[in-house]
C-alpha cells in the first residue's frame, strides 16, 4: 500500500471516515487513542495532546464556554466508566510531526512512523516507493 | 551571575516573592515607562525576589516579555518571564529561548496561554504548536546541552541555565476538571517542571488541596501560591467567566460589592485579603507567593508583605476568611471540619456521576479495554 496508487485512495477513505467521526484535521499523527477518542487536533482550540489548559470552567471549554465540553472532561468521563481514567497520565504525547500533514495516519503507525507506533516499539519499516510523507 | 529568584525559592527558609508587572501594547508607552518604573522601585526596595512579566495577556498583543525582562534585569532585579504557546511555532519557541539565554533571562514560567483574543487586522491565528509539556522537555534538554543531528554528525549546544516552572489550577468545580489538572501536573514536572504556580483563586481549602497533592504524590518542587489583589471590576468579569480560569463566587462578589461603598473604596480591605493570602500561604507551607492586580504599587506590595509577615503566626485562624467553595465543587480529599481544610483521606471517586454524556461510539462496552 505505502508508496502505490492505492495509497492515495486508501488516506482519502480514512480522512473522510475521520471527518465524519472527529472533524479531522489530517495531521497524519492520530492522538484519538490518546484522548479517548476526541481529537486534539479538532475539537480542542488550543491543540492541548497533554491534558487540559486551564481555561475551562464547570466542564466547558474556554473559547467555547456553554456549547463544547472540554475534550479532556469528555475523556475523563469516558474511561471513568471503565476505570481507565489514570489513562490520560501516559507517558507524554509529543507534538504532531507536521512531515505528516495530509497522509494517512493508519499508514504511519502501521508502517512504525507515528507517535503511537514509537511507543507501542512497532519497527519502522522502509518505504519502498515514493511516500507522501 | 547568581539567580536570586531561583536561589530563594529552594532555600527552605526563605519565602520568595514575586510581583506581577504587565507589559502592555507599544514600545515607549505609559504602560512600559510604568513597567520599569516599578521595577527600578522593587530593585531598590529589595523584597522582592524577581518580576513577572506576563506574554501578551488575555490574548491581546504586547511588548515581548523577554525584551522587557532583559532591560528589568539590567535595573538589578531577576524577571520571570511568562512563556507561552498560543502564539509562537516550536522554531519560534527555540529562538525566543535562545535570545533569553544569551540576554540571561533565565527564569521562565511555561504555560499554554489565552485563547488569541485580538490583534492588528483582527483576531489572530491561534499557533499551539507546542503545549507547556512540550516546551518544558525542550527547556531541559536545553539545559543538558541541546543535541540534535547535524550534516556530518551529532551537534552539542553549550547548557544553558533556564529555572523554570510551570502553572496548575486546583479552583475546578467538576471531578474531570480537577483530576486532569493533576494528571498534567504529573507530566509537567515529570517533564521536569522545577517549580510551579498555581492559578489565582480565593477558597483557602483548595490551595491546601494542591499543597497536599503535591506532598502525598512525592512531587518534590516548590510551588508559590498566586494572590491578585481583587477590586470588585475585576471580580465581577472573574464571575462571569470572563477571564479564563479565574474563579470569583458569588459569595465573595457579595463581599467584594459591600467593600466597594466604604470611603476608600474597599482598597484597605483587599490589601488586607491579600496580607491574610500571604500569610495562610506562608503558613501552609506554599513556598513562596506571586502577587498581583492592576494598578498595584509597590508601597501596596510592601504593605501586603509586611501585614502578611505579621499575621502568618496566626494563620489558621485567617481561614474562615477564605470560605468560598464552588457550588457542588470537587476537592480531592474529605474535609477537615476542624481546620476547614482537607483530611488526607481521598474523596471517594468512584460512583461519583460522570460530569460528561457518554455517546457513540465510546459508549460501547470494552471500547477502551478492549
Redesign the interface.
Known amino acids: 500500500m505505502n508508496g502505490t496508487k492505492g495509497e492515495r485512495l486508501f488516506h482519502k477513505l480514512e480522512h473522510l471516515s475521520k471527518v465524519l467521526l472527529f472533524d479531522c484535521k489530517d495531521c497524519g499523527d492520530c492522538a484519538l487513542t490518546d484522548v479517548a477518542y476526541n481529537c486534539p487536533m479538532s475539537r480542542c482550540p488550543k491543540h492541548q495532546r497533554n491534558g487540559a489548559c486551564g481555561g475551562s470552567f464547570n466542564g466547558w471549554c474556554e473559547v467555547h464556554p456553554g456549547k463544547r465540553r472540554c475534550i479532556y472532561v469528555e475523556a475523563y468521563a469516558r474511561l471513568k466508566r471503565y476505570g481507565e481514567e489514570s489513562r490520560l497520565e501516559d507517558a507524554p504525547v509529543p507534538p504532531c510531526n507536521w512531515d505528516f500533514y495530509q497522509t494517512s495516519s493508519w499508514i504511519n503507525f502501521y508502517l512504525g512512523r507515528d507517535h503511537t507506533a514509537r511507543r507501542l516499539r512497532i519497527p519502522e519499516v522502509e518505504s519502498k516507493g515514493e511516500s507522501t510523507c | 551571575m547568581e539567580n536570586r529568584f531561583r536561589k530563594s525559592l529552594l532555600h527552605p527558609k526563605t519565602f520568595s516573592v514575586t510581583w506581577e508587572l504587565v507589559p502592555g501594547r507599544g514600545a515607549r508607552e505609559k504602560a512600559q515607562q510604568n513597567v520599569l518604573a516599578a521595577a527600578e522601585q522593587a530593585a531598590r526596595g529589595g523584597r522582592i525576589h524577581a518580576l513577572t512579566i506576563t506574554d501578551n495577556p488575555g490574548g491581546n498583543p504586547a511588548i515581548l516579555a523577554g525584551c522587557l525582562g532583559a532591560e528589568i534585569l539590567r535595573l538589578g532585579i531577576e524577571p520571570l518571564v511568562h512563556f507561552t ?2 502564539d509562537k511555532n ?1 522554531n519560534q519557541i527555540e529562538s525566543e529561548l535562545y535570545a533569553l539565554d544569551r540576554a540571561e533571562v533565565r527564569n521562565l514560567l511555561v ?5 488569541p483574543a485580538a490583534g492588528f487586522q483582527g483576531r489572530p491565528a ?1 499557533v ?7 516546551v518544558l ?1 525542550l527547556v531541559i534538554q536545553m539545559n543538558r546541552g541541546l543535541e540534535y543531528p547535524g550534516l556530518k554528525e551529532t551537534v552539542h549546544h553549550q547548557k544553558s541555565e533556564f529555572f523554570f516552572g510551570a ?3 486546583p479552583f ?6 480537577q ?3 493533576y ?2 501536573l ?2 509537567k514536572i ?2 521536569g517542571a522545577q517549580f510551579v504556580v498555581t ?1 489565582l483563586g480565593y477558597d483557602a481549602r483548595k490551595f491546601h488541596e494542591v499543597l497536599q497533592f503535591m506532598r502525598l504524590s512525592g512531587l518534590d518542587v516548590p510551588i508559590v501560591g498566586n494572590i491578585y489583589v481583587l477590586p470588585f471590576g475585576a471580580a465581577k468579569l472573574m464571575n462571569q ?1 470572563r477571564i ?2 479565574c ?1 470569583v463566587t458569588d459569595k465573595l462578589l457579595t463581599v467584594l460589592d459591600r467593600e466597594r461603598s466604604e470611603p476608600d473604596k474597599g482598597i484597605k480591605a483587599r490589601l488586607l485579603r491579600a496580607a491574610r493570602m500571604y500569610a495562610f500561604m506562608k503558613g501552609m507551607g506554599f513556598s513562596g507567593v506571586h502577587i498581583g492586580g492592576h494598578n498595584l504599587n509597590y508601597e501596596e506590595v510592601e504593605e501586603i508583605i509586611a501585614r502578611g509577615e505579621s499575621l502568618a503566626p496566626v494563620w489558621p485562624e485567617l481561614i474562615a476568611h477564605f470560605d468560598y467553595p464552588q457550588p457542588d465543587g470537587f476537592y480531592l480529599y474529605e474535609k477537615d471540619t476542624r481546620t476547614g481544610l482537607n483530611t488526607e483521606v481521598p474523596t471517594e ?2 460512583g461519583r456521576p ?5 455517546g457513540f ?3 460501547i ?1 470494552g ?3 478492549g
Do not use: W
Not at chain 2, 504555560?111 to 485563547?115: E, L, N, V
Not at chain 2, 460522570?354 to 457518554?358: C, K, M, T
Open positions: 504557546c498560543k516550536r504555560m499554554s496561554g489565552d485563547y491561534p499551539f504548536d507546542l503545549d507547556p509539556i512540550h522537555e502553572a496548575v489550577s475546578k468545580a467538576t471531578e474531570a476538571e483530576m486532569v489538572q494528571f498534567k504529573r507530566k515529570g517533564a492559578q467567566n479564563p480560569g474563579v471517586r468512584r460522570l460530569d460528561a454524556p457518554v461510539p465510546t459508549g462496552p471500547f477502551f479495554t
